[in-house]
């Protein structure tokens, strides 16, 4: 294939190749036939749709030798100049970045010039984006133009432009393509490119492109790129699904396997955010969304299953999720609290199950780059096995089992559910001890290495939410015998939030490895005295997260402060059952 995009490559040159601007056409190509053409006209429609090369077809017939019907002949030195770039009769400024009155000045100040062509076409793209005294010259020249001159405003907003300006030009109006026409056109491209794929890859570029030739055009050289291969794909009707069950587990699994096909979280997110888009179009006005006919049923159907306020709040969320991305280390951290919010009903007031989540997070990132190695599916942070059928749909039979239901494989199987949602039995104020495995005085001696693991594989998942976001943060660095466990914090101010628990860690180690156990912290003041926080600063006191917040940037973030960014204003408190 041709280095050159496809766009560019299959950009129209006559009239007659233009899709879906019939109207347009047939107002240019007769005032042209006839040689009734207008001094200024206006374009106005969305990006993509075909203004600008619109303009240069017009520049191109009206500079032709030898025109035919209104068309040009794209074959005289004229019609090769324009089409390369070189013509002295056409001018093109780009409004966007050349707005000043000295670029319109200089452009206009050509208009006397003596030129080869019979007329001189000027170009003025996004032409909304002229400051004021550029956009009084333009009018002064609007108002007389010399009658061998053709002005073309090309713009996406025509309501920003001057009212003087738009009553002074014809104004033609660019629509987004049918999908019918836009499908038939890609079709076309691939099989003259020679690009072979699957009826699924159209269908995806269309989505993608919102009814833009040129959108849809790039969305299928880069669908061709990764070789065409449907499987590649993100299925995105599999986020919509999850928000529809509340399943987190569903969402982040979908996620995970997202970026583990090479796809970065913020075009993932900008792809779901369309789609419901889409989707919610097709409840709304069907007539607007971009795909297959047969496709807009299951859209509709999807649609109603979330519902028209599911809908707007997944949107709503996301598209805050893609502006919190623009400061965020990892933008995919933003989108999976979002896929965490947006599955679960509760999570916006129930901090500790955000906390578990996040405490998983943060250790992914701590232990190396989430990239690094992916996963395809969440990882039990207890077990270590991918605790989830990956993608797999769930079956009809369990969607039958009852939501409230505990226990069910189901919610065992989800570490999100696991850690946040247990049965109100088994979610108690202290530690858990009856899941530590009952040591053998035989034991292997306690050092170092033991006191990690059996952190490792039970203690911390056993700590209360605060406790446990506190602890994740930091990581034991030493054992002095016989009894006392070194504990790091990633920085003094953290080290004083730790100080307040050490006595309850201390007791959780004890349980697990069935013998006494002191904690303390290293490099760090072993006791909240030298700092400001208050000395009786029980586990039962609420946190003030502003205070968390202040605390020196340290290379890892605490649970608390993803959670505290992410809900400015929130309270952290601990949760009493
Ligand atoms: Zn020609």
Redesign the pocket.
């Known amino acids: 294939m041709a280095t050159q995009s496809l766009y560019r490559r299959y950009r129209p040159r006559r009239f007659a190749e233009l899709k879906g601007q019939e109207h347009v056409v047939r107002a240019l190509r007769e005032a042209v036939r006839t040689g009734r053409e207008g001094q200024a006209y206006l374009f106005s429609g969305p990006r993509g749709t075909g203004k600008t090369t619109t303009a240069r077809i017009l520049a191109?017939?009206l500079?032709?030798?030898?025109?035919v019907d209104g068309e040009?002949?794209?074959?005289?030195?004229?019609?090769?100049s324009v089409e390369k770039g070189t013509s002295y009769d056409v001018h093109e400024l780009d409004a966007a970045s050349n707005n000043s009155v000295e670029d319109v000045r200089s452009l206009i100040d050509k208009v006397s010039l003596a030129t080869p062509g019979r007329h001189k076409v000027y170009i003025l793209d996004e032409v909304h984006m002229l400051g004021p005294g550029a956009s009084a010259a333009l009018l002064k020249v609007l108002e007389e133009p010399p009658p061998h001159v053709v002005f073309v405003l090309a713009t996406t907003d025509p309501q920003r432009l001057k009212d003087t300006i738009r009553s002074r030009t014809q104004h033609l109006q660019f629509h987004l393509l049918p999908s019918d026409t836009l499908a038939e056109h890609l079709r076309w491209v691939a099989d003259d490119a020679g690009i072979d794929i699957d009826p699924s890859v159209i269908d995806a570029a269309l989505e993608q492109g919102g009814g833009s030739a040129r959108d849809s055009l790039s969305a299928l050289e880069l669908l061709a790129a990764t070789g065409g291969d449907v499987s590649d794909h993100i299925d995105l009707d599999e986020f919509v699904a999850a928000f529809t069950d509340s399943d987190t587990g569903q969402a982040l699994a979908a996620v995970a396997h997202a970026v583990s096909m090479g796809h970065d979280p913020r075009t993932l997110t900008e792809h779901l955010l369309r789609h419901l888009r889409n989707l919610f179009l097709s409840l709304m006005a069907p007539e607007l969304v971009q795909v297959r006919h047969d496709r807009l049923d299951e859209l509709a159907s999807l649609a109603r299953a979330l519902g028209a306020a599911g809908l707007v709040r997944s949107m709503e969320r996301l598209g805050q999720a893609l502006v919190e991305m623009r400061f965020a280390p990892d933008p995919r951290i933003m989108l999976e609290i979002s896929l965490v919010q947006l599955t679960r009903d509760d999570s916006g007031d129930d901090t500790g199950a955000l906390l578990a989540r996040l405490e998983r997070l943060e250790r992914t990132v701590r232990e190396g780059s989430p990239r690094a190695a992916e996963p395809a599916a969440p990882v039990d942070p207890d077990t270590g096995k991918a605790v989830l059928g990956g993608r797999a749909r769930r079956s009809a039979e369990s969607k039958a089992v009852p939501k409230g239901s505990t226990a069910t494989p189901e919610e065992s199987a989800s570490p999100v559910m696991a850690a946040e949602a247990p049965s109100p039995a088994d979610d108690s104020e202290t530690a858990a001890p009856t899941t530590e495995p009952a040591p053998s005085a035989s034991a292997s001696p306690l050092d170092l290495r033991r006191v990690i693991e059996v952190w490792d594989s039970s203690v911390r998942a056993g700590l209360k939410p605060l406790v446990r976001a506190l602890f994740s943060a930091g990581e034991f660095v030493a054992f002095d015998p016989p009894s006392v466990a070194r504990f790091r914090a990633p920085n003094p101010a953290h080290g004083a939030r730790c100080a307040a628990h050490l006595t309850e860690v201390a007791a959780a180690l004890a349980r697990a490895l069935g013998t006494e156990v002191t904690v303390v912290l290293d490099d760090a003041p072993e006791a909240p005295a030298t700092t400001d926080s208050p000395a009786d600063d029980t586990t039962e006191e609420p946190v003030d997260p502003t205070e968390l917040v202040d605390v020196p940037p340290a290379d890892v973030p605490t649970a608390v402060d993803s959670i505290t960014r992410a809900f400015p204003g929130a309270q952290v408190v601990e949760r009493t059952d």
Do not use: D, F, Q
């Not at 500079?63 to 025109?67: D, L």
């Not at 040009?72 to 090769?80: I, K, T, V």
């Open positions: 191109k017939v500079n032709c030798t030898a025109p040009p002949c794209c074959e005289c030195e004229s019609c090769l």
